[in-house]
Nanobody, 116 residues
Framework: QVQLVESGGGLVQPGGSLRLSCAAS????????MGWYRQAPGKQRDLVAA???????NYADSVKGRFTISRDNAKNTVYLQMNSLKPEDTGVYYC??????????WGQGAQVTVSS
């Protein structure tokens, strides 16, 4: 039911930073568990970071210490701050929203390319 619009992808050099944004519609944003998934060619879509409405976080081992997920309920927006980027971080990043008992919603995807 919730609609998600992503922005902030692009090309960055190794060691650089990017911030992805995901703006959500709807009236119950504060109750949603939000997440960022990454998909590279030939691979499945895997969880990168998640944030519950209770502010619990979960990160993939490959991004711990480098990525930070956060949310601004006043703006109905979730962010993924990506620092110390590596070529292995390259992929399409998808925002995901889930309210307990509902089918989740996906953003359109944002391409992130880390290359020199």
């Amino acid at each position: 039911q919730v609609q998600l619009v992503e922005s902030g992808g692009g090309l960055v050099q190794p060691g650089g930073s990017l911030r992805l944004s995901c703006a959500a519609s709807g009236s119950s944003f504060r109750l949603y568990t939000m997440g960022w998934y990454r998909q590279a060619p030939g691979k499945q879509r895997d969880l990168v970071a998640a944030l519950t409405f209770g502010l619990n976080t979960n990160y993939a081992d490959s991004v711990k210490g480098r990525f930070t997920i956060s949310r601004d309920n006043a703006k109905n927006t979730v962010y993924l701050q990506m620092n110390s980027l590596k070529p292995e971080d390259t992929g399409v990043y998808y925002c995901y929203a889930k309210l307990g008992g509902q089918v989740g919603s996906w953003g359109q995807g944002a391409q992130v390319t880390v290359s020199s």
